[in-house]
């Protein structure tokens, strides 16, 4: 099964990479964890936001596998414990379907991806910028997956 993390925006600071590989790398192979960078459209004076968004959002939902499981980070979506989280990891390795994030920009996810999601995950009610989200994203799967397999790392 392949988690997949689509987010808008490229050329991050050395340490969202570092971040997000350490992250990655713990992940077992029957699970892998991958991003796909979507660039960010270029917002300058007097921009259509909207079809930002949407040439955005659109290039989030080619990003997914067929038959993936999409799940939008959205912060009016459901917020989930890391205890949920990984009951949910636990069910969708079950299914056997990949499972796809979307991640978006500084506008946030256009409606389409709204709509496409299967689920509307909120990571709390606190704004976080987006290089950051990929690493918490990051951080939370892995210790989901550890929830999975009874391994030290999550003591709560």
Same mark, same amino acid.
Request: aromatic share 6%; charged share 25%.
């Given at each position: 099964?392949?988690?997949?993390?689509? &987010?808008?925006?490229? *050329?991050?600071?050395?340490? #969202?990479?570092? !971040?997000?590989?350490?992250?990655?790398? /713990? +992940?077992?192979?029957?699970? &892998?964890?991958?991003? *796909?960078?979507?660039?960010? #459209?270029?917002? !300058?004076?007097?921009?259509?936001?909207? /079809? +930002?968004?949407?040439?955005?959002?659109?290039?989030?939902?080619?990003?997914?596998?067929?038959?993936?499981?999409?799940?939008?980070?959205?912060? /009016?979506?459901?917020?989930?414990?890391?205890?949920?989280?990984?009951?949910?990891?636990?069910?969708?390795?079950?299914?056997?379907?990949?499972?796809?994030?979307?991640?978006?920009?500084?506008?946030?996810?256009?409606?389409?991806?709204?709509?496409?999601?299967?689920?509307?995950?909120?990571?709390?009610?606190?704004?976080?910028?987006?290089?950051?989200?990929?690493?918490?994203?990051?951080?939370?799967?892995?210790?989901?997956?550890?929830?999975?397999?009874?391994?030290?790392?999550?003591?709560?």
């Amino acid at each position: 099964m392949r988690l997949t993390v689509a &987010s808008v925006g490229q *050329r991050m600071p050395g340490w #969202v990479q570092a !971040g997000w590989e350490e992250y990655a790398r /713990r +992940m077992p192979p029957e699970l &892998s964890l991958e991003l *796909r960078e979507i660039t960010m #459209v270029r917002r !300058g004076r007097n921009a259509d936001i909207e /079809r +930002m968004r949407r040439d955005e959002g659109q290039a989030l939902l080619a990003a997914m596998a067929p038959g993936a499981r999409v799940v939008a980070l959205d912060g /009016r979506g459901k917020a989930w414990s890391t205890e949920q989280l990984a009951q949910r990891l636990e069910q969708w390795m079950g299914d056997g379907r990949h499972v796809g994030f979307l991640v978006g920009g500084p506008d946030g996810l256009h409606d389409d991806c709204l709509a496409a999601a299967d689920d509307r995950w909120s990571l709390g009610p606190l704004t976080l910028p987006h290089p950051l989200v990929r690493v918490v994203l990051a951080e939370q799967l892995y210790r989901a997956w550890t929830i999975t397999r009874n391994h030290p790392y999550h003591r709560a």
